[in-house]
Antibody, heavy 120, light 111 residues
Framework: QVQLVQSGPEEKKPGASVKVSCKAS????????ISWVRQAPGQGPEWMGWISAYNGNTNYAQKFKGRVTMTTDTSTRTAYMEVRSLRSDDTAVYYC?????????????WGQGTLVTVSS | QSALTQPASVSGSPGQSITISCTGT?????????VSWYQQHPGKAPRLIIYEASQRPSGVSNRFSGSKSGNTASLTISGLQAEDEADYYCSSYASGSTLKLFGGGTRLTVL
C-alpha cells in the first residue's frame, strides 16, 4: 500500500535548523510530487510548499520563501524538508503528503507527522 | 492570502445529516474546482475524504459528499455515526503567492 514514513521528533533551540525526512513506498516515486504541511498546536494545517519528485522543481508558500528548502533523493525514494532560523512559533507537527502536481490539490496519503519543538 | 473560513464547531445526533461550509474568495474557491476535504482524528494525520470539490476517493464512505457554489464549498455527512466525530478541514488551490490554502477547521461533535 502507498505509505509515507517520516523521521522522528526533534527538539531544537531558536536559530537552529531542522531537516525532516519522508520515505515513500508502494508507488512510483517520480510520478508524484510531495507537499509539506505543518500544523501548530490547536491550529489548522498550513501548506508550506511542493516539490516534484520527477525533476526537483519546487514552489514555496510566500511565508516560507528563503527559509525552507525541499529536496528529494530518488535513489532512496525520500523527500526532505529543511527549515532554517527556527523560532518558537515554528513549533508544530510537520507532515509530508503525496500531491500529484503543483496544479492539483489533493493530499493523499499523509505521513504520520514529525513533531518539531523549538524552545530555549 | 487568508485561510479559508470554516465554522469552529458543528454537532449532530447519530443518524442525522450535517453540513460544514468553507468560504473563500474569487481567487481560490470561487475560481477553481480544486477543493479538497480532510478528516482528522485526535493525534492522527489528516485523511483525504473529498477531492475536486465533489469526488470521493476509493474506500471513503458514500455518506460523505461535497459541493461548491460560488465562493463557498460544503461537506455534507449523512447518517452520522460516532466514528465521524473528528476535525474537518477544507483546502483550495489559489492564485497568488501561496497556491494552496487550508481552512481553520471545524470540530464535529456527535451527540
Amino acid at each position: 500500500q502507498v505509505q509515507l514514513v517520516q523521521s522522528g521528533p526533534e527538539e531544537k533551540k531558536p536559530g537552529a535548523s531542522v531537516k525532516v525526512s519522508c520515505k515513500a513506498s508502494g508507488y512510483t516515486f517520480t510520478t508524484y510530487g510531495i507537499s509539506w504541511v505543518r500544523q501548530a498546536p490547536g491550529q489548522g494545517p498550513e501548506w508550506m510548499g511542493w516539490i516534484s519528485a520527477y525533476n526537483g522543481n519546487t514552489n514555496y508558500a510566500q511565508k516560507f520563501k528563503g527559509r525552507v528548502t525541499m529536496t528529494t533523493d530518488t535513489s532512496t525514494r525520500t523527500a526532505y524538508m529543511e527549515v532554517r532560523s527556527l523560532r518558537s512559533d515554528d513549533t508544530a507537527v510537520y507532515y509530508c503528503a503525496r500531491d500529484l502536481l503543483l496544479t492539483t490539490n489533493s493530499f493523499d496519503p499523509w505521513g504520520q507527522g514529525t513533531l518539531v519543538t523549538v524552545s530555549s | 492570502q487568508s485561510a479559508l473560513t470554516q465554522p469552529a464547531s458543528v454537532s449532530g445526533s447519530p443518524g442525522q445529516s450535517i453540513t460544514i461550509s468553507c468560504t473563500g474568495t474569487s481567487s481560490d474557491v470561487g475560481t477553481y474546482n480544486l477543493v479538497s476535504w480532510y478528516q482528522q482524528h485526535p493525534g492522527k494525520a489528516p485523511r483525504l475524504i473529498i477531492y475536486e470539490a465533489s469526488q470521493r476517493p476509493s474506500g471513503v464512505s458514500n455518506r460523505f459528499s461535497g459541493s461548491k457554489s460560488g465562493n463557498t464549498a460544503s461537506l455534507t455527512i449523512s447518517g452520522l455515526q460516532a466514528e465521524d466525530e473528528a476535525d474537518y478541514y477544507c483546502s483550495s488551490y489559489a492564485s497568488g503567492s501561496t497556491l494552496k490554502l487550508f481552512g481553520g477547521g471545524t470540530r464535529l461533535t456527535v451527540l
